[in-house]
């Protein structure tokens, strides 16, 4: 039997584009989309592709027309209806670069709604990049199947970010030093998961953040780096409140 060839992929490529998608409408590509289907798929007019926009699903699009650096598509037919994701925040403390890439790819495949970086006290992060994060969070919506992006939001002090949130979004925070177990924790409906920086949350911190309502989980008795931590928790909601039911 013939060797399964590996080229051209079987699934058809997946791209996220930012103008508001319908059936018959045209859109133009950028110049690094145009580039990699052209030139790194080999894809030329014709070919198919899937498109999502972040509100309205999942198109069929085709290449109307193919230039070296320029590329059209028709949009065909919807394909999906936009996905339905619990309303589940991550709030985490920036890390090192790597890390919260890392963070910000695996928490979009795992089916966060919202990212939210927090500044704690011990915080040491490096700048954080709204767009780079956003760039990472659409190539992973494209490569998981997603039909929404994460919203990422700007950084936001911790303080802020527990005083004004929603009374109706319940509030967890991971705490190494002690919590709820997170089987009898987490409950429908709106949630945010907080979790701290590489050196903790200060006991100060713990303070207001249980003043404004919050709940401590605990993850287990093992310390997790943050990026673990947060997924670690983010993957328990979905498996016990979420949409992995
Ligand atoms: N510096 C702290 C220490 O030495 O105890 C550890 C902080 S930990 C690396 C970073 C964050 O991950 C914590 O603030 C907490 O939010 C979360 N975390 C790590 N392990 C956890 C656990 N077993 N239970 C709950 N949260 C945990």
């Given at each position: ?12 490529p997946r791209l996220f584009v930012s103008q508001p998608l319908a059936g018959g409408a045209a859109v133009e590509l950028d110049?690094?989309q ?15 592709l899937l498109v999502f926009d972040g509100l309205s699903g999942e198109w069929l699009a ?10 059209t598509l028709s949009v065909e037919r919807k394909t999906r209806e936009p996905e339905?994701i ?22 979009t ?25 956003e760039s990472?969070a659409i190539e992973?919506a494209e490569?998981?199947g997603r039909t929404r992006v994460p919203q ?94």
């Amino acid at each position: 039997m013939p060797a399964t060839p590996a080229w051209p992929p079987r699934s058809l490529p997946r791209l996220f584009v930012s103008q508001p998608l319908a059936g018959g409408a045209a859109v133009e590509l950028d110049a690094k989309q145009a580039n990699y289907l052209g030139n790194v798929l080999r894809l030329g007019a014709g070919a198919e592709l899937l498109v999502f926009d972040g509100l309205s699903g999942e198109w069929l699009a085709r290449i109307a027309e193919a230039g070296r650096k320029r590329m059209t598509l028709s949009v065909e037919r919807k394909t999906r209806e936009p996905e339905s994701i619990p309303d589940i925040w991550l709030a985490f403390a920036p890390v090192k670069r790597a890390q919260t890439d890392w963070l910000v790819e695996k928490a979009t495949e795992l089916g966060a709604a919202r990212l939210v970086p927090v500044m704690t006290q011990r915080t040491i992060a490096e700048r954080v990049r709204l767009d780079r994060l956003e760039s990472i969070a659409i190539e992973a919506a494209e490569q998981c199947g997603r039909t929404r992006v994460p919203q990422i939001v700007e950084p936001v002090p911790l303080r802020r970010f527990a005083e004004d949130l929603d009374p109706s979004r319940h509030l967890y925070f991971a705490d190494e030093t002690g919590g709820e177990p997170l089987a009898s924790s987490f409950r429908e409906g709106p949630t945010a998961i907080l979790v701290g920086p590489e050196g903790g949350f200060t006991e100060e911190e713990r303070g207001f953040v249980r003043g404004a309502g919050a709940s401590a989980i605990s993850l287990g008795p093992r310390i997790l780096r943050a990026e673990t931590a947060a997924l670690a928790a983010l993957s328990a909601y979905m498996a016990l409140a979420g949409d992995w039911r």
